[in-house]
């Protein structure tokens, strides 16, 4: 938010430089990000003098040049060259001398210097309007006044202004303060703290009346919820045309375009005072009646950028006795606004309910000045003297006269908020005593009112605009703000806590998994909670039923909560291969969100995301893809380090894969993973092939807690490796040989791994060939190998009897 020191010094006359009063205003929570300088001309005439024309004579050598002399107050009169048609001896004309700084309308800088023009000196320029940034003429230079004294500096004849401009980051719960009245206030309050006291000047409006009760337009408020209060009046007889210098200056300063006169006394009103205005032409009212009521959903509207938008059936609608001109409180209709042939206006000043104008704006995609002011709460008593204070400057730039009583509908008036305060609560929380004295001064400053002083405390009535400020916690943190928080003294003694936390704390766990993943080459992606309900008909395994959905979506895409993360994963998966990130490892940890009869649960997920290659191709190795078995390690592994080793495994039936696995660790799923089906991806526009798994982080934490680790010293005698080559049925998987095994020998055998499988020619029909591993070890001695061969017999034994394998 921009305000303008000069604007600010209107309602409070400091004289602080900027830079002292932008550190002020930080203390007391109105923290300025910047300070820039506005010049209602750029450059502001610096170097820029009246200067008289002594001679004018034909450039020898060009036609369309002139060599003058020209006096601009200095020792000697100086040479310049001039291509102006009418310069002539004897006028005034506006000089820029040596090192004088022009700007072009584009704003490009350049700095008149001494030179030669076809051979004659030239010492200066004399200007034209829009080389100064006074106009727009280019047909000849400004002639002045004669009367002007000769080296009268143009800064002051063209009362150039220059201004300080801060820039606040103002937070979203300070509403009082989106005005330069209500910075000023907090100003004031602050000032007074360094026994400074200041009078707060408001705009008077006591010469406010009414001329003719010639032009009378009724309102009816049909929804107060949405609309508590809404006024207006009529002005006839104004002019429109374009704003005097003054006005233009002070909404230029902060960064708004000038459009006419009506126009800009609202927005100058809105930025001084706080209070968002209206002004509807009066010709275009039919019926002469304003109603302030919804309109039914599809209604076809036309706002003033030109884009006609479908009203929803909650949206607050300005209308007249046939149709929608305004969306109240955010944006006016095309049809009904001021034109430069309005003669007479309805100025709407109205307090519209905050909730209602956010849910409005964002339906619509819009984000006004308006707007931005009644989402977060206005002044409802200053809605009639802001209209007020509009009608008189109206009046003065653009003529006219008051032509109607004061329409001003109030039915219930917004109390103001009744706030206890303890003593001893400000004592604890600030972590000092500040005198009781200063408390109700800082309180009165801030138009907080006290109503009654006990020993324990104070009862105060808060103002209905501060709306952040209801509970006592806000009045201690509106107490200390204003005294300052570089005044509270810090302790020398600095006392902590240890808590006992279990090293099974969920982000603990989080953590450890994300670092491993993050060292794998996985890289974490944060997806949005709000989906597009659509997504649950890519699954059979989602019901729409179960979808948490939004009371006000921002849009159809983000309507409910996501029932997995799947699909906000394969976006993002999308996303990037569309930018030519086709290797993609990803990981994600986030919830998902339930809809069940009357209860709404959520649970939270870990998602793994792989596709493309494994790594990156280089010269000495070929590219390896990423396949379901890469995808399995690297689970086992993130298991393996939770101490989750005893899986059990078993086929995944869900329809959003067209192979998947599920490992389970005792009753309880860990976790589902697979390849995506390809009609899933190609809803996302993906051609490659993705892995995808889901933890169910929940049971995870559940089973990750009982497992105790133990830790066992390293054998210091070695181990001993045998292969077996066996001939097997296709329907015999490993687990059954590695089961069998560990059954066979449960001491000594340490690992058994398969490191060949071969089928193909030569091999008897359903058969297959795989080549196994045995590890084995004693922690206590050194194994022989009539030991290992006993064993050996035992398990060629056993896979032959329960296998039905034969050694090849």
Request: hydrophobic fraction near 40%.
């Amino acid at each position: 938010m921009k305000i303008s020191y000069n604007w600010l010094k209107q309602f409070i006359k400091t004289d602080w430089d900027a830079e002292k009063t932008g550190e002020l205003l930080t203390d007391l929570g109105l923290e300025i990000e910047g300070i820039d300088t506005y010049e209602s001309v750029k450059g502001g005439l610096k170097g820029i003098v009246v200067g008289e024309v002594l001679t004018c004579v034909q450039h020898p050598n060009a036609d369309r040049l002139k060599v003058t002399t020209v006096n601009i107050g200095a020792d000697a009169p100086i040479q310049i060259v001039c291509g102006a048609p009418n310069v002539a001896a004897g006028q005034k004309v506006p000089v820029a001398t040596i090192g004088t700084t022009l700007y072009t309308p584009e704003g490009e800088a350049w700095t008149i210097k001494k030179g030669k023009i076809r051979g004659e000196e030239s010492h200066g320029m004399i200007c034209a309007e829009d080389e100064l940034g006074l106009g727009e003429s280019h047909d000849g230079i400004m002639v002045l006044d004669a009367d002007l004294k000769v080296g009268t500096l143009a800064a002051d004849l063209f009362k150039v202004e220059n201004d300080e401009v801060f820039e606040i980051g103002l937070t979203p719960n300070r509403a009082d303060a989106m005005s330069h009245y209500g910075v000023a206030r907090d100003l004031k309050a602050g000032l007074l703290q360094k026994e400074i006291s200041l009078e707060l000047i408001t705009p008077s409006v006591s010469s406010y009346h009414v001329d003719a009760r010639a032009y009378k337009v009724d309102v009816d408020v049909q929804d107060y919820e949405k609309a508590p209060r809404y006024c207006g009046v009529t002005i006839s007889g104004i002019k429109v045309e374009t704003s005097p210098a003054w006005l233009q200056n002070r909404l230029k300063s902060i960064g708004l375009s000038p459009i006419n006169n009506i126009v800009d006394i609202t927005n100058y009103v809105l930025h001084e005072l706080g209070q968002p205005l209206h002004a509807f032409d009066g010709d275009r009212i039919t019926g002469n009646k304003i109603e302030v009521k919804t309109c039914e959903a599809g209604t076809k509207f036309t706002t003033l950028d030109g884009v006609e938008r479908e009203l929803h059936e909650e949206d607050l609608m300005i209308c007249d006795a046939k149709k929608p001109m305004c969306i109240a409180g955010v944006f006016g209709g095309i049809d009904s606004g001021v034109s430069e042939h309005t003669s007479r206006i309805f100025l709407e000043s109205a307090y519209f309910n905050p909730v209602s104008v956010r849910k409005t704006a964002k339906r619509h995609g819009l984000n006004t000045d308006a707007s931005f002011r009644f989402e977060r709460g206005i002044d409802p008593n200053l809605t009639e003297y802001a209209l007020k204070r509009a009608a008189l400057l109206i009046l003065e730039v653009a003529g006219g006269e008051i032509t109607s009583d004061i329409v001003d509908t109030y039915p219930k008036k917004i109390k103001d908020f009744e706030v206890r305060l303890s003593f001893d609560n400000a004592k604890k929380l600030i972590g000092e005593t500040i005198p009781e004295e200063t408390i109700k001064s800082i309180l009165s400053s801030l138009e907080i009112k006290v109503n009654n002083v006990t020993e324990a405390g104070l009862g105060l009535t808060v103002p209905a605009y501060r709306n952040d400020v209801q509970r006592e916690a806000d009045i201690i943190e509106e107490i200390l703000r204003v005294y300052g928080y570089n005044n509270i003294a810090t302790t020398t003694k600095l006392n902590a806590s240890i808590s006992n936390s279990s090293r099974f704390e969920d982000y603990k766990l989080q953590n450890i998994i994300g670092n491993q993943l993050a060292s794998q080459g996985f890289f974490e992606i944060m997806a949005n909670s709000l989906t597009t309900p659509k997504y649950v008909e890519l699954s059979n395994d989602l019901n729409a039923d179960h979808n948490v959905k939004m009371l006000n979506p921002l849009s159809s895409d983000l309507e409910v909560m996501r029932q997995s993360l799947l699909f906000s994963g394969l976006e993002a998966v999308a996303h990037n291969i569309n930018r030519k990130r086709s290797d993609l490892k990803l990981f994600e940890y986030g919830k998902t969100y339930h809809q069940f009869n009357e209860s709404r649960e959520e649970f939270k997920h870990l998602s793994l995301f792989v596709t493309g290659n494994k790594t990156e191709e280089r010269w000495n190795s070929a590219a390896n893809p990423s396949d379901f078995f890469y995808l399995k390690g690297t689970i086992e592994v993130i298991l393996q380090r939770l101490g989750l080793t005893r899986l059990k495994s078993s086929p995944n039936a869900s329809d959003v894969f067209s192979e998947g696995m599920s490992f389970s660790v005792g009753k309880k799923k860990i976790v589902d993973f697979g390849l995506v089906k390809k009609s899933v991806l190609k809803h996302f526009g993906i051609s490659q092939n993705v892995l995808f798994a889901d933890f169910n982080w929940d049971n995870v934490l559940e089973m990750a807690k009982h497992n105790k680790i133990k830790f066992n010293a390293i054998s210091k005698y070695p181990s001993i490796r045998r292969d077996f080559a066996l001939l097997l049925d296709n329907k015999v998987t490993f687990e059954d040989i590695d089961t069998i095994a560990k059954q066979t020998e449960r001491q000594l055998l340490k690992n058994v791994s398969l490191f060949d499988v071969y089928e193909g020619k030569n091999l008897p029909a359903g058969k297959k060939s795989y080549a196994v591993s045995f590890i084995f070890q004693d922690e206590n001695k050194t194994l022989n190998d009539k030991q290992i061969d006993k064993i050996m017999s035992k398990l060629q034994a056993n896979f032959e009897n329960k296998l039905a394998a034969e050694l090849r």
